[in-house]
DNA sequence: TTAATATGAATGAATG
DNA sequence: CATTCATTCATATTAA
């Protein structure tokens, strides 16, 4: 279905009053900031199984200076495979590191920022503020930074040239992909037009929300 | 971007217009399930955690790349009505490049030509030539051919034993159909765990919430 | 509809 | 740093 927009004409001035979307934008704030703050929970939960709440046995917490297995920190585990012997030796399944949310964020947050090359020094003080949330080792802070210098460049050479975006083929009238380079900081105000709010809400704002959301759980 | 449109006040009966109704249904839709998802995760797990408290050491929970990477950081989906700019409304296209048969031609000759690393500035002449036949971008071929790569790899990697081995690549483009071996039904269980052995529980059972919740995306 | 497979895309890690 | 590899995820397509 290629319109090109060319019988609006008007092109929608305006279709929605303020109230309206103010309303919505509320909602879809909601929304997202709840589904964030849900994942959050969850992995804070999950994480505290580990020091409190130990029964039946209290299986070592990290004790200090080296954790028994970092490496297998964040294992993704897609399907269900995930008994793992914690015996002495079983490190046959070596999976990547996966960064949590949490993270991630911390990671963007800091790219962002404007370090492009991040000491050594610098690597570790990440690798330690990131552990508060989750195994990592300062290997893979320093690929993750090399990794996002790399993706970023090649983007911008990608997205360089004019995609004449013409008529969509009868075959695949897919469109590109777009993704988004934008690492907006918690700015607390849903500003700008509708484009922005659906970006806004999924990073802003988790604080207020969550409590209400415990309370909600039946 | 704001886009101002904000001090019109028509005040008309019709504020919004089907389409856009319909992109916002589905977007706060989208956002409901998410929540009603979560929240059942959530509970289940605070269940688990009650009956059969899992005190692994490390192993974060991966609401990763399973569903948490795709909407709250992806943001793949659409975009709202971010599209107001003679875009009209195709927010339900599709976001998964699908090749023509043409193109994919195209690509299998290229590929089977001999060109197992194609170069950037190659890169941009294949995507010129398959722009002819419909819509393309230099990030969809570079794709493609680090996929088809691999994919020859692992292909191989199974059926060379007993017959001519050494051979370059199949050259029929079409001929990739082969046998899948099940997945690996390795039971490792936990075999000799002295005295940590009470990891596995709670990891199974996370990974059964994680695989439930994905499945239940629609 | 559901399950299985094929395949485009994302990304941690490795290599030069 | 620049590319490439390997693994995995997500979705499109097809089969049961």
Redesign the interface.
Known sequence: ?????AE?GV????????E??EV?RS??SA??T???Q??E???T???Q??SL??????????PHGR????W?????????????????A?ISAKQRW????VQ?RILESIFYHGNGTPSKQRIKEITFELSQH??VSETNVYNWFQNRRARSKRKQ??AA?S????E??E???????AK?EMHLHDSRQF?????????CA?TVAKDILCYD?QD???
């Open positions: 279905m290629a319109e090109g927009a609006e092109l929608c001035a305006k279709v929605m009053t303020d309206q979307m919505l909602q879809i929304y997202a709840i589904c964030e849900l994942v929970m969850h992995r939960m999950t994480a199984q580990d709440s130990g029964p039946l046995s209290v299986s070592s917490p990290p954790f028994g297995c970092s297998v920190a964040g294992t993704r585990s897609s399907h269900l495979f995930a008994d793992q012997p914690s015996g002495g079983k996966t960064p949590t949310a991630v989750g195994q050479a990608f040239p995609n004449t975006e013409s969509a083929e075959e695949s009238p897919s469109e590109k992909k988004k500003s700008g037009g509708p484009d922005e709010m659906s970006v999924s959301l909600k759980r039946t």
